[in-house]
């Protein structure tokens, strides 16, 4: 009798793991599994190269569209052999076998895909924004991508209740929280496509790192916003239940995000401090370095998720910081092995995103998809991207302005000679002077920042998550995995064509467009940042300063790094005293013409990379 009642347990938590996991725990069921994914993941890597052999079809199939293709003909065949095995009612133990890894193959885990491929994502897209563009743009991006998609948020969700209250989409009846939590994950923009095509056709910076810098923090927050307003699905359904409980939302959402951000920060500057203080840099010991700095990918999301915080706003914040301050203290060789390292994974994990995209297209779509809702959510949509894009754009061109008129009349006041009136000419809509022809954001520029609102794999991973308290989540799955095929092959494959008609500047030079928009100011930040927190985050800053080679490769880390501040006054053979000339020239970029054994390494890939100057061209979106 015991015997039995064990063997029976015995097969109950088989079947519990395997209803879990998807697929048998057994050599032979994983290893099944993961040769079919590898090979289409390798199929799919083979076909991409001919993406950027002809431009011409690179510009009108994404990579993005091309892998959903392959999942989706794949897809096709492994449903047809898993329906035909169902019908059959085979119960061999292949059957058995090929069930679970069938069923796998098709489905979408949403734990996977935020657990073990978007870290990687988020870390690079962080680690590799350049500094200098996205600091100069900060502002913008986060309005955009902050204020940006709470008002998508919020138009989504009011112009969907207003339908479906007129009865205007058939009898599909969500609640109001419902919508608003779906308009907070269809408001996660993913322009995959897009960034490739710029990439290729080599865009206005400005404009790449607009739409680059708000998709990486655009994720962020829409993934704390989805979950934040998940928790009012079933509780606080109607628009007087949620209104009561707005306030409960607004404080979750602020500790979340600011929580989240502070732990990202605080990961990279101890990860700085730490190879500050150990010395990883000798030859023995430079495995051993690379093996742990790469696991800054994953480590702080962890740490962020076990306490309670969002892993994704916490890992994208750790790899800004870690670019900035870290790399510094490793060695060139380690610096440009985890860049490589940081890439591949990120690259690899996008392609596997939109791989089992295409491969769950066959998941029980069409059965609850509403076609009526998707129209009306796709226009919906569009709509709300404009109330995000134009009316930001249209209040942040004017604190511009406001502001330097007010900078050109305190100095137009206080100049005691004539060449300060010329200092500055305000723009009219065109790229206007120094203090805001850099920063202004012009018609057409924001023209295309609308079009680039594509829905990806991030909305997708949300929709799976919906909660289905009143038994709509695979609705919205349905509809989510509509718009986001609609966006990459309809807005995706047409980037090029709104390019043109748009009239943006392609073909640009990175570095002439640098060098032609300088700063030529530091920020309270950047001299903050110079006085307290370089000296104490970077490994002989003061000494590498006062090394005349050194500081050649130090000004060209940290391009806004006012050198004159860790270089000593000391008095020459003549009894003057110096006044650091020569760091001051390095401060405005002016480099002396022998770099000695630092000139190899200081055009290097690693160098460039270590000091943020490769362009997005090089890196890929």
């Known amino acids: 009798m015991s015997s039995n009642s064990t063997s029976n347990d015995d097969t109950y938590n088989q079947d519990a793991e395997e209803l879990v996991w998807g697929w048998t725990l057994t050599e032979e069921g994983i290893s099944a599994y993961f040769v079919s994914f590898l090979s289409l993941l390798a199929f799919t890597l083979f076909l991409s190269k001919y993406l950027y052999q002809f431009p011409r079809i690179g510009s009108i199939l994404p990579e993005a569209g091309l892998t959903v293709i392959i999942g989706i ?40 895909f935020f657990v073990a491929l978007l870290p990687p994502i988020i870390f690079n897209s962080g680690y590799h924004l350049k500094r200098d563009l996205f600091v100069r743009h900060l502002t913008a991006i986060t309005l955009y991508a902050c204020a940006g998609t709470i008002v998508s948020t919020i138009v989504v969700g009011l112009l969907l209740y207003a339908l479906v209250s007129l009865g205007l989409t058939g009898d599909f009846n969500p609640s109001f929280a419902e919508l608003l939590t779906f308009g907070a994950l269809i408001s996660a923009t993913d322009p995959v496509s897009t960034l490739a095509v710029f990439q290729q056709k080599k865009v ?48 979750d959402f602020t500790i979340l995000f600011l929580g989240s951000l502070a732990l990202g920060v605080a990961s990279g500057v101890v990860l700085a401090l730490f190879f500050k203080v150990a010395n990883f840099r000798l030859e023995k010991t430079r495995l051993l370095e690379l093996s742990l700095y790469v696991l800054v990918v994953y480590f702080p999301f962890f740490i962020a998720e076990m306490s309670g915080f969002s892993g994704i706003v916490t890992i994208l914040f750790t790899g800004i910081t870690t670019q900035r301050y ?59 991207r404009a109330c995000n894009v134009y009316p930001i754009t249209f209040f942040y061109n004017k604190a511009i302005v406001y502001l330097a008129e007010k900078k050109f009349s305190e100095v137009e006041h206080n100049s005691l000679n004539a060449s300060s009136g010329n200092a500055m000419n305000m723009p009219n809509g065109t790229e206007g002077s120094h203090t805001t022809g850099i920063y202004y954001v012009k018609k057409n520029t924001a023209n295309m920042l609308w079009f680039s609102g594509l829905r990806g794999a991030v909305a997708y991973a949300c929709a799976k998550t919906f909660p289905d308290d009143n038994g709509n989540s695979q609705a919205f799955i349905s509809i989510t995995m509509a718009i986001v095929l609609l966006s990459i092959f309809l807005l995706g494959s047409t980037t090029s064509l709104a390019l043109s008609a748009l009239d943006i500047e392609v073909d640009v030079d990175e570095d002439q467009y640098m060098q032609e928009h300088l700063e030529k100011s530091f920020s309270c930040f950047q001299r903050f940042e110079n006085k307290y927190i370089l000296p104490l985050l970077l490994r002989d800053l003061r000494e590498d300063a006062d090394n005349n080679q050194k500081r050649v490769l130090l000004s060209e880390f940290f391009s806004d790094l006012d050198l004159s501040d860790f270089v000593p006054v000391r008095p020459t053979h003549d009894g003057d005293v110096e006044l650091r000339e020569q760091s001051d020239s390095l401060t405005r970029n002016e480099q002396p013409d022998s770099l000695s054994n630092f000139e190899q390494f200081n055009g290097s890939p690693s160098a460039k990379m270590h000091r943020g100057e490769y362009s997005m061209y090089d890196f890929g979106a």
Not at 222 to 243: R, Y
Not at 246 to 251: E, I, K, M, R, T
Not at 346 to 361: D, K, P, R, V, Y
Not at 364 to 384: N, Q, T
């Open 73 to 112: 003909i794949a897809g096709f065949f492994i449903n047809a052999q898993f329906s035909r095995v169902n019908e059959q009612d085979q119960q061999t133990n292949d059957d058995d076998f090929n069930r679970p890894v069938a069923t796998t193959l098709l489905g979408f885990s949403s734990t996977v």
């Open 204 to 251: 206005n910076p400005q404009l790449f790192y607009l739409v680059f810098g708000e998709s990486v923090l655009n994720d962020a927050v829409g993934i704390v916003l989805f979950n934040a307003l998940s928790k009012f699905v079933g509780v606080h359904d109607t628009i007087t239940q949620f209104a009561l409980g707005a306030s409960v939302f607004f404080v």
């Open 326 to 384: 870290a790399v510094y203290n490793i060695s060139p060789s380690t610096a440009l092995e985890a860049d490589v390292i940081f890439r591949l994974l990120s690259h690899l994990a996008e392609i596997a995103i939109f791989l089992n995209l295409g491969l769950s297209f066959y998941d029980d779509h069409g059965e609850k998809l509403k076609y009526m809702f998707v129209l009306w959510a796709v226009i919906a949509c569009l709509i709300a």
